[in-house]
């Protein structure tokens, strides 16, 4: 399995079209726990991305084996996003998405531990991810995550937050 890192911005719409396939989609029975359906931020983003919108604070690992296996996605974000106040430790969220002849066999880790490096690299001190069912919370967890209290509006169940040391500010 090969794993590359992209600024999102620079990925092709050629790419960008094939992702489609590794987004989380109601019709395929991705639910959350409550069962309302579980939508793509991911595919939104691909399609604002595809209309010309820029996302110059994304990142995607895409992990390939002949063909995409999963992708995962770190946007950071600078200001709290209730009150709008400079962070003093720099927040990505993160999302990810594996094919199911792909899963269990250490993908889904592999992309998170690529996406801190590239939080990292980049300044990222806290790494969050929504946690909205019990395979997303468990496996999360299973990654280092701790549970944090609802943070992100929005976001329908927990979060959970992952802590990159060591966290260096960029530029020191």
């Given at each position: 399995?090969?794993?590359?890192?992209?600024?999102?911005?620079?990925?092709?719409?050629?790419?960008?079209?094939?992702?489609?396939?590794?987004?989380?989609?109601?019709?395929?029975?991705?639910?959350?726990?409550?069962?309302?359906?579980?939508?793509?931020?991911?595919?939104?983003?691909?399609?604002?991305?595809?209309?010309?919108?820029?996302?110059?604070?994304?990142?995607?690992?895409l992990a390939s084996h002949f063909r995409?296996?999963?992708?995962?996605?770190?946007?950071?974000?600078?200001?709290?996003?209730?009150?709008?106040?400079?962070?003093t430790v720099p927040n990505a969220m993160?999302?990810?998405?594996?094919?199911?002849?792909?899963?269990?066999?250490?993908?889904?880790?592999?992309?998170?531990?690529?996406?801190?490096?590239?939080?990292?690299?980049?300044?990222?001190?806290?790494?969050?991810?929504?946690?909205?069912?019990?395979?997303?919370?468990?496996?999360?967890?299973?990654?280092?995550?701790?549970?944090?209290?609802?943070?992100?509006?929005?976001?329908?169940?927990?979060?959970?937050?992952?802590?990159?040391?060591?966290?260096?500010?960029?530029?020191?």
């Open positions: 399995m090969k794993y590359n890192h992209y600024r999102f911005d620079d990925l092709s719409p050629v790419v960008l079209r094939r992702l489609y396939d590794l987004t989380n989609s109601p019709d395929r029975g991705d639910v959350r726990d409550d069962g309302l359906s579980a939508g793509s931020l991911f595919r939104s983003q691909l399609d604002d991305r595809l209309m010309g919108e820029s996302f110059p604070n994304s990142h995607v690992v995409y296996a999963g992708w995962c996605m770190v946007t950071r974000h600078d200001f709290d996003l209730e009150t709008g106040r400079r962070l993160v999302g990810f998405y594996v094919r199911p002849e792909f899963r269990r066999q250490g993908v889904g880790k592999r992309l998170i531990q690529e996406a801190s490096e590239v939080a990292r690299k980049n300044g990222v001190g806290r790494l969050l991810a929504n946690t909205w069912n019990k395979s997303s919370r468990s496996f999360f967890l299973s990654c280092g995550f701790e549970e944090v209290e609802f943070y992100v509006p929005g976001w329908v169940r927990g979060v959970a937050a992952l802590d990159l040391q060591p966290y260096r500010a960029v530029g020191t």
